[in-house]
């Protein structure tokens, strides 16, 4: 599975009535894969289960939301994110996905949930031109990590010159 996946600029999706659930371990590797999840994909359960949640990140998705995703659910929050992912085939899928951290008995994070529908495509229309400067951010830096942060930051000053936090902006497309 480490080989390089071109996307074809073809979409797929799922159904309305449907949703893509996965769970991971803390460190984003899958530990469950509903059967959405395998179809959309392209990859079957045994190739999904152990992997990273990143063997499915499209390019055109920015880092610095997976970096805001990451901080926020390690610290114990939910959160939303319009996200574009891409299957086996190189085929794309939008989603909007809610991530949650699961605890054990002593309330420590112990693994996420994922749950993920068909987005609002009004709502993917607005996100498309946002994602698509993020990523001319990040490709403009030094180094990765640096445009990771300074797309995190203009995501950031974004947001506040709105006046909502990610969540607000998010659920009010």
């Known amino acids: ?42 990859y079957s359960e045994a190739e999904l289960l152990d992997a990273p949640h990143s063997l499915i990140r499209h390019p055109d998705m920015p880092r610095c939301v997976f970096k805001l995703l990451w901080d926020r659910i390690s610290a114990g929050h939910e959160v939303f994110a319009y996200v574009v992912n891409l299957a086996k085939t190189g085929d794309h899928y939008w989603v909007l996905a809610h991530v949650t951290p699961t605890r054990d008995a002593t309330g420590k994070i112990i693994a996420y949930h994922s749950n993920r529908r068909v987005p609002d495509q009004k709502a993917v229309a607005a996100v498309i031109p946002i994602y698509r400067e993020l990523r001319q951010v990040e490709e403009q830096a030094a180094d990765r990590k640096q445009g990771m942060n300074q797309a995190y930051e203009a995501l950031t000053e974004k947001l506040r010159s709105i006046g909502k936090s990610y969540d607000e902006f998010v659920l009010s497309l």
């Open 1 to 42: 599975m480490s080989e390089k996946i071109t996307p074809t600029g073809k979409a797929v999706s799922f159904g309305e009535d449907e949703f893509i659930v996965s769970k991971t371990d803390t460190r984003g590797r899958i530990t469950y894969c509903n059967d959405v999840f395998v179809r959309v994909s392209g």
